[in-house]
Every structure is written in C-alpha cells, then in structure tokens.
C-alpha cells in the first residue's frame, strides 16, 4: 500500500511483471543448450567426459591468451587485434628453440627436457612481452587522444604487419615441431602415455596434465602480480580511473607499457604451451584464435580476470562438445561460426559478460 | 697599405667589412635545433646543392685559370674575380656547413648572406707576380687539410644525425666542430681563389646565439617549405598566390620533374605526352567558375575518358615500377573495387560505424545472384531429370538442365535488396552496441557467413545444398539482353557469348558506379546524410537532436549492404559463379584501407584510393615485385606480402594523416584545426 503525498489516501498499486522478450529468447537458448548436454551426457557419457577434459586442456590455452586482451582493453578500452598474432609469433619462437636450439626429441632425460622447456617459457615471455610492449609504443601511444576508431584500425595494421613478419621469417606454411608420433599430437619429448582412462574410449594423457601445471603457476603469478604488488596496484587504478591515478602519482605511461609487457608475457607461455600441445603454427592462426580468445574474453566479461579464465574455459568446453558429442552435434565445421555465434549473443543478451558489471554504454 | 671597408670595388656583400690583415672571422647565429624531418632527408635535399655547388666551383675554376695567368703575366688579377669567389666561397660555406648539420636552414643558391653560418673575409691587396704564381703552392697544404677535414666532418655528421634525430637538436660541440671545419675550407678557397691573403686558420671566432627550445612536432609540409624556402618560397607567399597560379604552377613543375626524371630513363612518349597535357587541361584552369556549363566539364571530362578506356587501353605505355596500364577486365575488377568501397563509405566514412565484415554483404550478394542464375536449385528427380525449372528473362538458357533462372539484371536489385535486408537483420541486435564491439561483431559476421557457405552444401545434416559447398557455384548465367533486343535495337544479347566481352563488362561497371556514386553523394547531402553525420561525431549529442539512432544506424547499414551485394553480385557475374574463397576477412580489411586511404567520407578520395588499391592488389604489387627483383637482383616475392603492406599503410595513415588524402571537409578543418576539447590530464606528454 502506497500513501499519496499531497492528499493523503492510500493508493492501491499493482507491481507489474512480465519477462522482458530479450532475456526471454536469452533463457529458452540456455535452456535449450542444457537439455542438449544432459541428452549427450546419457547417451554416451565416456565421449561426453572425454571432451569435457578435453576442454578443460584448450581452455587453459584460451584463458592465457584471454587474459591478455583483457588486461589491456581493462586499461586503454582498446581491442588489441595483434595479441592473437604476438601469441602465434610466441608459438613460432617456441618451436624454434625446442626443436633448433636445444634439439629436444623424445628419449630424451627429463633433467634435459624441463630446464630447456622452462628457459623456451622465459625467454618466449620475455621476447612477447618486448613485441608487444614495442607494438604498443610505436603504434598506439601516439594516437592516445584519437578518436575510438583510429587506435583499432591500428590494431588491425599491427595484426597484419606481424603477420606478414612470421610469413617473412618462416614462410607461409606450418611450422612443425619436429616431433615423431606422440598419440595425442603432442610433442613426443614429453611423457606420453595415459594418466586414467574411462568408459570405452575415454583418456587423460599425460599432455593434457602438463598442459594445466604449466597454466596454472602463471595464473597464479599473474594474480599476485595484479593483487600483491605496486605495479599491480597502479594497473589496477589506471583501469579504474585513468586521470585520478595519475593525479595519485601513478605514472599512466609506464604503467601502460608494463600491462602491455604482461600481457605479451602471457601471449607467450600461451604460445609456447600451445607448441608443446598442438606442435605446429601457422601464420594466420594467431588471428583466428585471438578472435576465439576474445570471444572468451568478452564472456567472461572484459576487464575482469576471473572472468576471462572462466570465458575461456568456457570456450574451450563449447569447442570441444561441439566437435565429439554425436547426437544433434552441429560438428568441428561450426565451430567457429558458433563462436561468433556466442559472441554476438553475449553481446546482445548480456555485454558486461558473465562476471561483468553493468555499464551504461553495455559493457 | 690603404684600408678599403665593405668592399666597394668588389662586389661582395658584408665579405669584406674587415680591415686590411685582420683574421678571417666566422660568425654564426645558428640556435643549434634541427628539425628531425630535415635531418632525416638531409642528403636528398643536398642533391640541388651538390649539383649547383659543382657547377659553379667549374665556373669559378676556369675564372681562376683566367685570374692567375692575369696574375702572372700582367701582375694584376681581373677586379670583379675577388668578389666573385668571395660569393662563391660563402655559398660553398653555407652548403658544406648544411650538409654536415653545422646550420638548419636551406641554402639559398646565390651565396647572399643569411645565414646562420657565415665568413667575413679581410680585403686582399695587390700582390706581385711572384706571389700570384705561388699562391697554389702555399694553398696546397691548406687544400690537403681541406680534404682530409670534410672527411671527417662527414663522419661527425653522421653521428650527429643521429642525436639531432632523437633529441631535436644538435650538441654545441659537435656543430662547433663542423662549423671550424667547414671554415677552414672556405678559408683555404678563398685564399686560393685570391679573395683574401690570410692564410687559411684552424680557428675562429665561433659565437651561438639562443639555446635550443623545445621542438614541435614537424607537419610532413615542413619538409616542402625548408626546400622551397631556399628560392625564396614561403608558405604565406605561396597562399598569397591565386589558385589558378598555384595550380599551374604546380602542373608546370610536375611537367618538368617527368621530364627530368622519367624521360631519360624510359624514354618519352607519345602517349605519355598527351596524358600530360589532359591532365594539364583538365587540372589548371577553374573549370566550375566558367559558368552553368563549367561545372559539368570535369565530369564529363572523366565519363569520356572512362567510357572510352577500352579503346586507348592498349597503347597506353607503361608506368615506372608499378607496371603496365590495366587491360580494361582489370578495369572492371578496380570498378567493382571502387563500387564496394563506396558502398562501406556510407557505414563508415559517413555514419562512423567500423565495418570489419563487409566481406559478408559481398558474399550474400554474390550468393543470392549466383544461385538464382544457375543450376543450383534444380533439384534431382528419381529419373536423374532436373526437378525444378523456373525461368524468367534469363539468356540462353538450357531447359534440360533445370534450376531458377531470373534475368540478372533484376537479379543485381535483387541481390542488393536480400543484402540490405540481411544486413538489417544484422543490424538491428548489434548496432546499439558501441563501437570496438560493434567491429568484432561485424568481423564474426564476416567469418560466419563464408563457414556458412563453405558447409552449405549440407545445411544441419539435411541435404539441402544451399551454397553448393566448397566447390561454390560455377556455372551462372551470362548477363545480357535477349535476343529480341538484339535483333531489334543492336545490343549485346549475352556478354558471355559476345566478342567484346571486356568492354561490355568495362561499360556496365562504368554505369553501376555512376548510379553508386550519384546515390552517394545525393545521401551525403540529404537529411539522412547530416543524420549520419552527426551520429559520426557525437552520438550523444545527436541524439539530444532528436536523430532517431537506431533507425538511422540501421539504415546506414542497409544501404552500405545494398551498394554491397550489387558489387557482388556483379563480380560473381563477371566471374561467372560465386566461391568461398573469394571471401576471407582480408578482403573486408582491403576495402577498409581503400576507404581509409582514400579519406574516410570523401567520396572522390575513396574512389581514388579503391581505384589505386585494387590495381595494386590486380596487378601493382606483382609488376613492383618483378622491377624490384630485377632491378636490385632480389628474390623478394612480393604479393606474399600483400598484406603486411597494407598494413604498414594503415599504419602509417593513421600515424600522421588519419583523415586519409584527401580528407572529407570536416575531418580537415577538424585535423587543421584541432578539436576543443582538452583532457584533464595529458597523457602523451
């Protein structure tokens, strides 16, 4: 019951519900895409596990590679196209030290193979950060003030320019880990063999494992980074409000290229575990799994680091299902139109993404 | 010995202002800043020096030679020569000190005196015979000394090149030292050429007035004006100037530089000539002053020389580097490129909306045509006979072979209104979204929709071939009139099947782009275009207006999308079918160069840039490739790294001129005249 102010007498009012028409389709979808996992789940629950773990693996690529476009379109709210292409670039310096410079093949002990492995992370971290934070200072410092367009048009002459260096350094074709039948496409330096298996068909390799041990120090590492640190702080108060931590003190130029060289950092030992899991690059897949990365970038709600981890795994998981659930499974063709197809329905249903808060503008 | 001041029965200037015996002084009131352009393209602009400089120094040799037999024989050196060579020393001075950056500004050519480096030479007195005879003698070691310092002063200039590059000026000492150096050598010239009897000194009263300020950031025009400042043109004379001066004088020296250039090396040609003097024609005089008539003269000029391309094509010569003319199918190609850059000028050079999927609108467009054209749906029936057979003013069709046959011509308003409609549909979930996001959005379509076409031969596990997979569609119908307008009226009943192929392709395109270009610019003069404008440069505040955004960014969509899927559909005809991998995203990237170099909303930058672009990607960088392979004995293969190119010229676009060459009208009173509003906090500093 609700009093009028001016005359005193009580108001009946009726609170008005309904379902808003957009959200309306948004929830039918998800409902919808349950009822097609929980359809696959029983029919052939070993396939179904297996291409969970499966995307658990890629997931953990995506959300490395995820985590670089949204640590710098938290800070400059630019799309920084080339990410995709400095992580392929990291893929292609990987595979260049593994297999030219410390000539690891399988047989080998493995007191040669993690020290060599772990010097390629550093060194890929270091050379993508150096690119990237080269990338930005060339291309993006000056046009700081530009108009939004300007800056991602930039982004995409990056892209092509680092493209085009990868064509000119090691031409157009795959380059290819040298690596001899390891069963799950990895590298066959690394221990092959499964951990469990399940179900008819189902495994766990012990690629896909290092996969996730690799990932996951350097999640933590980035997370102490952005938490525990000063560096991390200024980033994380250059994002909020760019002129009042610069009023703060802060260095915003600085601070800039640092997140650039973090998020390079990241491409990198994206790059050199997607080497070591997939062992061959081409010049033009930088692109198309940048666009997936920030697809999940985007789910998980840009800007937000949980989210891009959470975005990727997520991304991961709908590839996966995509390509080995069988009942009413559209297949590996769709999978990257389904992808787009997700992004342009999160942007549409839901912009700020799922760990994202609302802005006025959508996201 | 009399003293004799500035000069007067020698001619030079302020050389000679010093009293008899005193020591060759150097001044200089150079501030030490180097503008980093002309530091950067300081040896290109010493070229006019190094040649004049050569030339004269013969001049004043052979007066030399005069003088010193003079000198010997009658006792007595000619009295203009001192003078003479005095200019010629401090012209020698000013250009030696700016090519080794000891001075910032052009030279003039005529050695007069301002210039921040600068010599003051004492009057030389009457000598004997003896004297005049061994003056080289003496001057010989100085000329040694001479020598071996501009070695160095070369090597020192390099080096602060280097640091004038980075800091904006060059360090005290370093331009001192090029200063002393560059002294000595007039020195040494001038004692040798009799202008002085001091002997030639390593030191000199060297002073510098004001310290170098802060450098701002140079305009690419600077680099014209310090040339050109060195025959005395200034960029205030030059505007001062009417336009139609300006601009014959400009066609003029255009003129000159081909045949400088270009004539000695390719030789001259006929065909070359007369392009010159069209240009010439059609560029100097203001045509759209002369009256009703005037303003269309410029169009038609064009139209004339467009519609009759096929006929000259062949004798056209061939351009330096990048190639042969395009044969008229290129032409063809670049018209289409040209419709389709048109078309993405209306989303985003006039609406402002970033379009990274307009490779989507060409496909549907091509799609659409393509399969209403052909044998696509003609469907099987249990005999193996066509199953559906629909014809409807298309041109020498097969029954037998079944499938919808529509006339094409209808089929490219077809095509066109299926875009618009689609793009619509597009639009209407994703264009509130805000800019960057609005791009990937457009990117996915433009990914999506050429899977779609890739796996449409079995739609969902159906069946049903839509797109006929990655084969695409092969077989379309010719465009075309019909026979009954054949026999009757004389045109063309089937492109395919006629002689003239190309041209009849040439002209339709020519047509297509005039209707594209007319709808342009009436748009860009109608409501709908201020419209657009004003979303383009605050949203807000058009909206505040009361511009309805929704509906009007729609409708920049649709109509891009239309102008979209007629190009395509065209280009499927002219390659009689539509395939996948005509479509990949770098082609949305090509038509957003065009329309970015071209100047974003302009519409003749836009035709020009997709004109130039698209031969570029035809013919150009394979042509460019092959000269530089053969000329400089690379193995570069060129159009592998098409796209890298594109990129670095985006790059640089966007770098230093975003409003593209030849920018719409607001973009260049904005970009000249800068924006009001300012941040609270620069961050570029």
């Known amino acids: 019951m609700v009093t009028d102010a001016r005359t005193g007498e009580q108001l009946r009012v009726r609170r008005v519900t309904g379902v808003n028409p957009v959200s309306a389709i948004g929830i039918a979808l998800l409902v919808l895409l349950g009822i097609w996992l929980v359809v696959n789940l029983v029919k052939t629950p070993d396939v179904w596990f297996q291409a969970f773990l499966i995307g658990i693996t890629r997931g953990a690529v995506y959300a490395l590679i995820a985590l670089g476009y949204t640590l710098v379109y938290g800070i400059l709210e630019l799309i920084n196209f080339a990410h995709g292409d400095v992580f392929m670039l990291a893929g292609m310096i990987s595979i260049t030290m593994i297999g030219e410079v410390f000539g690891l093949k399988a047989g080998d002990a493995a007191l040669t193979i993690w020290p060599a492995v772990l010097a390629t992370l550093a060194i890929a971290m270091v050379a993508c950060g150096l690119i990237n934070a080269t990338v930005e200072r060339v291309a993006y410092k000056p046009l700081r003030g530009a108009p939004r367009l300007v800056p991602l048009i930039t982004a995409i002459a990056a892209s092509f320019i680092l493209q085009n260096i990868a064509i000119w350094w090691k031409g157009p074709n795959y380059v290819v880990l040298n690596s001899g039948t390891g069963r799950s496409g990895a590298a066959d330096f690394l221990p092959q063999g499964n951990i469990f298996t399940f179900g008819n068909s189902g495994y766990y390799s012990w690629p896909d494992l290092i996969v996730l041990l690799l990932t996951a120090p350097v999640l933590l590492a980035l997370m102490w980074l952005v938490q525990r640190t000063r560096q991390g702080k200024a980033m994380r108060a250059t994002a909020q409000d760019r002129e009042a931590a610069a009023m703060m003190g802060i260095d915003v130029n600085r601070t800039i290229s640092f997140t650039f060289l973090i998020a390079g950092a990241l491409a990198g030992s994206a790059g050199l575990i997607y080497a070591l899991y997939f062992t061959e690059v081409k010049f033009d897949q930088g692109f198309q799994l940048g666009l997936i990365a920030f697809t999940a970038a985007v789910l998980g709600g840009i800007g937000n680091l949980p989210g891009a981890v959470l975005g990727g795994l997520l991304i991961g998981l709908i590839q996966s299902f995509n390509n080995t659930l069988t009942w009413h499974a559209p297949g590996g063709d769709w999978t990257q139109s389904i992808v787009f197809a997700v992004l342009i329905l999160i942007l549409v249903f839901r912009p700020e993404g799922l760990l994202g808060e609302r802005t006025p503008e959508g996201g | 010995m009399p003293e004799s001041f500035h000069g007067e029965h020698h001619g030079g200037e302020d050389t000679h202002d010093e009293p008899e015996g005193g020591p060759v002084r150097l001044v200089v009131t150079d501030d030490l800043r180097r503008e980093r352009l002309t530091v950067l393209f300081r040896p290109l602009l010493y070229i006019p020096h190094g040649v004049w400089v050569r030339l004269w120094g013969l001049a004043v040799f052979a007066g030399w030679l005069v003088a010193w037999v003079s000198g010997i024989a009658l006792g007595r050196i000619p009295s203009f020569f001192p003078g003479f060579v005095a200019r010629f020393v401090r012209y020698d001075l000013h250009v030696r000190t700016y090519r080794t950056l000891g001075a910032q500004p052009f030279p003039a050519f005529d050695g007069s005196s301002a210039y921040p480096v600068d010599v003051r030479l004492p009057n030389p007195q009457p000598r004997g015979r003896l004297d005049y005879f061994l003056r080289p003698v003496w001057g ?312 779609v076409a890739r796996n449409g031969n079995n739609l969902f596990n159906t069946g049903f071939n839509l797109t006929n997979g990655p084969q695409g569609i092969t077989s379309m119908d010719g465009i075309g009139f019909g026979s009954w307008l054949n026999t009757k009226v004389g045109l063309p009943a089937n492109y395919l099947n006629a002689a003239n192929a190309d041209n009849l392709f040439f002209w339709t395109a020519i047509v297509l782009v005039i209707i594209t270009l007319f709808c342009s610019l009436r748009l860009r003069d109608s409501r709908l275009g201020r419209a657009w404008i004003a979303i383009r440069e605050d949203e807000t505040a058009a909206a505040a207006m009361g511009v309805p955004l929704m509906r009007t960014k729609t409708l920049s969509y ?104 030849i920018p719409e009208k607001r973009h260049r009173l904005e970009f000249e005249q800068g924006v009001a509003d300012e941040p609270l906090y620069d961050v570029t500093a």
Do not use: C
């Open chain 2, 558 to 661: 649709a109509i891009g999308a239309f102008f979209g899927g007629v190009a395509g559909a065209y280009f499927a005809e002219l390659n009689t079918g539509a395939n996948p991998d005509a479509f990949q995203f770098q082609f949305s990237v090509l038509i957003l160069v065009m329309v970015i170099l071209g100047g974003m909303g302009n519409v003749w930058g836009v035709m020009f840039g997709a004109a130039f672009l698209a031969y570029l990607d035809q013919a150009g960088l394979a042509n460019t490739g092959a000269w530089i392979n053969t000329h400089l004995g690379t193995n570069f293969d060129v159009p592998k790294y098409e796209f890298g190119i594109y990129g670095v010229i985006l790059l640089v676009v966007m770098l230093f001129r975003p409003q593209g060459l």
């Open chain 2, 140 to 451: 010989f070691p100085a000329l040694l000394g001479t020598i071996f310092l501009g070695i160095a002063a070369e090597l020192l200039a390099i080096v602060g090149g280097l640091i004038a590059l980075v800091l904006g000026r060059i360090p005290r000492d370093i331009r001192n030292i090029q200063v002393l150096f560059a002294g000595y050598g007039a020195q040494t010239f001038a004692y040798l050429g009799f202008a002085t009897d001091a002997y030639p000194q390593l030191a000199a009263d060297v002073s510098s007035s004001r310290e170098a300020g802060v450098v701002s950031r140079p305009r690419a025009a600077d680099l014209w004006w310090h040339g050109l400042g060195g025959i005395g043109l200034s960029e205030s004379r030059w505007h001062a100037f009417s336009p139609l001066k300006r601009r014959a004088i400009i066609a003029g020296t255009v003129g000159v530089l081909l045949l400088v250039i270009i004539g000695p090396l390719a030789g001259i040609d006929v065909a070359a000539v007369i392009t010159y003097f069209v240009f010439v024609f059609l560029y100097v005089p203001e045509w759209s002053k002369l009256g009703r008539a005037g303003k269309w003269v410029l169009p038609v000029a064009f139209l004339t020389l467009a519609v009759t391309f096929p006929y000259y094509a062949g004798k056209l010569y061939t351009i330096p580097i990048l190639g042969a003319f395009p044969d008229v199918h290129t032409g063809t190609v670049m018209l289409v490129y040209v419709m389709m850059a048109l078309g993405l000028n209306v989303v985003v050079g006039y609406a402002g909306l970033l379009d990274l999927g307009y490779v989507a609108f060409y496909a549907i467009g091509a799609y659409t045509a393509a399969s209403l054209a052909s044998t696509q749906f003609a469907g099987q029936t249990a005999s193996g006979k066509a199953a559906r057979f629909f014809n409807f003013g298309g041109v020498d069709i097969d029954k037998s072979l079944g499938g919808i046959h529509i006339n094409v011509w209808l089929l490219l308003v077809v095509a066109g209104l299926t875009t618009a409609g689609l793009g619509m549909l597009i639009g209407l979930p994703t264009l509130r979204l805000r800019g960057d996001y609005l791009a990937i959005v457009t990117l996915g379509f433009g990914e999506i929709l050429p899977q």
